[in-house]
């Protein structure tokens, strides 16, 4: 399970956005509550707020529910749910009341899988264990205590469980019962905003400032369900409802349309899906439209091509486990139903039944989620026909593959800053105030490759010591990538102080697509600003340039290209790590990387001498070292040019030389059985623009990049 203590600071407020805006052109559908919120009406749809169940679904969708849980394509996610429904039940002393892990457990897997079960089968036991749940919560004073009491993690699961058991139940709970859980729900909506949002909890705020963090999406699943699945329409509810309407078109204004998530991979899944769930209730009641927005439409396209092609793993980077789906993905049920896309239904679809075991736990969500209706469409896509090409631009993320098997070839390149350029537009808009990038790496103008079921070109996973020198990029006077005014190598990573803006951190200068070929650029100058480290008494000026061309000609080789520059001579240190990395020919740069039953050969040259050494890697997974082989090549000098060809097909000898033009210019060739290429190769004219660059195989044109191709 996902689990990590950050650091954060203080609440912001907001306003809604677009794709928050309730559907006041229904009036009959959407009436305006006298709910205020400084002076604005809190809309809410009546027909919606008229009775129970009405976050999730209405009375009228309970008969279907059932008869698709009976149904073939129900019957595998009502199996799971049978499965895991015998430890549904209340047991022992509760554990989450200082254990957020715990709070998972009981309160979104244990009570929604029982409730659930009673909804679809209307089996009076599972009435009374859910009924038994309902009583030991409304019997607890709170539900977290600690630092962040009733406003933590596990408080945000709790409040989740329980609002879903209370609207699913409400009509066969007794009356009184019903009433006490009901103002049980509103007093721990409180607790959660006024302690946690409103910073009124002691202790250390590390997730209210801004709107992007995992953390805060969990207290916002339990704050939504609990007021919209308690709300009476009692004007002393108001403020509550009111305050949480707010919560949620603050959050929504600041999504990244592309649908990413700078946390990484694991915590796109980990936070949406009590993203969703939030939402969807508040698209119901509140009549909002946020799961039609952009990010949600592309946040199925960033889960399913962060996956490695055999859909096992996934690229990481951020902190990352072992990585691939898991149960909390069943939130792309409902975001790929409601944007029609059956090629997310077929890679959870496989998923699930690959390994059910990892699904169990949540199968209560398919159960309301799953759209039957989109697996039958003639146009269900087949998981050879998936995208092999994709760009997130947030992140300055690229992911490219020759197909969605498991002996394909597949890369990572990621020039990106901390958070992501929507975040960093947010703080930048609200006085460069702290925000949570805890679980970024200093991973810009990297990469990674992926070749025949394994990682050839490696980097570190959920790190506990985040540092350049864990990924494929580049050293300065041994020094790695930083934000300003922060040193690296911390547990987490830290904003950058003062009035910076963190975009110019790193970020794309060039996509472009051409047939077989991809060329996609990233400038990463803003993470070498000068620094200085007392303790290993180093220093290193700003960094001019560190530009990175990464090409993809599939079938045939990548070749990268890195132009590098510095005011004074600086000692440079470009960086290639593997599980396994041998010297075939020190003198001519030649190199093996392997991995897990696979291997390529790597040629590097460049226009100024350097040296090289393969040693020992320092990349970590939570404290433990990976073990990775680590290749260093090193050269002092101011400007550095640097043409790296990686055989990863297997073609056999192929090689890359680099005539230097000039300081600005220069030609590449790629010669190997079947190669023949050249490409002309022209500085960028600034730190924004594209470098020019022209492929040709035999006269022919393969791609052409300059400034109209900028992918800023």
């Not at 950050?6 to 306003?15: E, W």
């Not at 409601?338 to 949540?362: G, S």
């Not at 991995?595 to 050969?601: F, L, Q, V």
């Not at 890697?617 to 404290?623: F, I, K, P, V």
Request: a neutral charge; charged letters at 20%; one cysteine or more.
């Amino acid at each position: 399970m996902l689990l990590a203590t950050c650091f954060l600071f203080a609440m912001v407020s907001g306003s809604p956005r677009v794709w928050g805006e309730p559907l006041a052109k229904d009036g009959a559908r959407v009436a305006a509550d006298n709910a205020t919120h400084g002076g604005r009406a809190v809309p809410l749809v009546e027909s919606v707020m008229a009775g129970h169940p009405r976050l999730l679904f209405g009375p009228r969708d309970v008969e279907g529910l059932r008869a698709f849980a009976r149904g073939p394509q129900g019957k595998p996610f009502m199996d799971l749910l049978l499965d895991y429904l015998p430890s549904s039940r209340v047991a022992g002393k509760p554990a989450f009341l200082t254990d957020a892990t715990d709070g998972q457990r009981q309160g979104y897997w244990r009570l929604p899988t029982v409730a659930m079960h009673y909804v679809l089968t209307g089996d009076k036991v599972s009435l009374e264990r859910a009924t038994a749940f309902l009583e030991m919560l409304l019997a607890l004073e709170h539900w977290e205590t600690g630092a962040e009491r009733d406003s933590g993690m596990s408080a945000g699961n709790i409040m989740v469980g329980a609002a879903l058991a209370y609207d699913w139940l409400h009509d066969d709970l007794d009356p009184g019962l019903r009433e006490k859980f009901r103002q049980k729900l509103l007093r721990q909506a409180r607790a959660m905003y006024e302690g946690g949002h409103l910073m009124k909890n002691a202790g250390t705020h590390y997730w209210q400032n801004d709107p992007a963090n995992n953390h805060r999406w969990h207290r916002n699943a339990g704050l939504t369900l609990a007021v919209l699945a308690a709300y009476s329409g009692d004007p002393s509810e108001r403020e509550i409802l009111a305050s949480t309407y707010d919560e949620l078109a603050f959050v929504a204004k600041w999504l990244p349309e592309d649908g990413s998530n700078h946390e990484g991979p694991g915590y796109a899944i980990f936070g949406n899906s009590h993203l969703v769930l939030a939402m969807q209730a508040a698209d119901r009641c509140f009549g909002s439209e946020y799961l039609q927005g952009p990010f949600f439409k592309n946040t199925g396209r960033f889960v399913t091509q962060t996956l490695t092609p055999d859909r096992q793993g996934v690229f990481h980077f951020g902190d990352s486990g072992a990585g691939g789906l898991s149960s909390y993905a069943f939130f792309l049920y409902k975001t790929a139903a409601i944007h029609q896309q059956p090629d997310v239904y077929a890679i959870l679809d496989e998923a699930v039944a690959r390994n059910a075991k990892e699904f169990v736990v949540t199968a209560w969500m398919p159960l309301i989620w799953y759209d039957p209706r989109l697996v039958k469409a003639p146009a269900k896509a087949s998981l050879r026909d998936l995208p092999t090409r994709a760009l997130f631009d947030d992140l300055g993320l690229a992911l490219v593959r020759d197909g969605w098997t498991q002996d394909s070839v597949a890369a990572m390149f990621k020039c990106g800053s901390f958070g992501g350029k929507s975040l960093n537009d947010y703080r930048n808009a609200h006085g460069f105030k702290y925000i949570n990038v805890a679980h970024d790496d200093p991973d810009a103008n990297s990469l990674t490759l992926w070749k025949n079921g394994g990682f050839l070109a490696e980097t570190d996973r959920y790190s506990k010591r985040k540092q350049s020198s864990h990924h494929n990029t580049i050293l300065i006077n041994g020094m790695g990538q930083m934000a300003a005014g922060r040193p690296e190598g911390g547990v987490w990573s830290q904003p950058a102080k003062g009035r910076v803006d963190m975009n110019a951190m790193g970020y794309i200068t060039a996509y472009k697509e051409a047939g077989d070929v991809v060329v996609v650029e990233g400038e990463a100058l803003g993470s070498y600003l000068a620094a200085s480290d007392p303790k290993r008494k180093i220093s290193r000026p700003d960094l001019s340039r560190f530009r990175r061309t990464f090409i993809w000609v599939e079938g045939r080789y990548v070749l990268v290209l890195d132009d590098i520059r510095a005011p004074q001579p600086v000692e440079i240190t470009w960086m290639m790590q593997a599980p396994k990395l041998d010297v075939i020919n020190a003198k001519a740069q030649t190199y093996r990387l392997t991995g897990s039953g696979t291997s390529c050969a790597l040629m590097v040259v460049g226009d100024k001498p350097m040296t090289g050494e393969v040693v020992a890697g320092d990349a970590d997974h939570r404290g433990e070292n990976l073990d990775w082989r680590q290749l260093r090549l090193n050269a002092r000098t101011a400007t550095m040019r640097f043409a790296s060809v990686f055989d990863l097909w297997n073609r056999g000898e192929v090689s890359v030389v680099l005539d230097a033009t000039d300081g600005e210019r220069a030609r590449v060739r790629v010669i190997g059985p079947g190669i023949d290429d050249t490409w002309q190769w022209q500085a960028a004219a600034n730190g924004q623009s594209a470098s020019k660059l022209v492929g040709r195989r035999e006269g022919t044109m393969l791609i052409a990049i300059d400034s109209t191709d900028a992918g800023r």
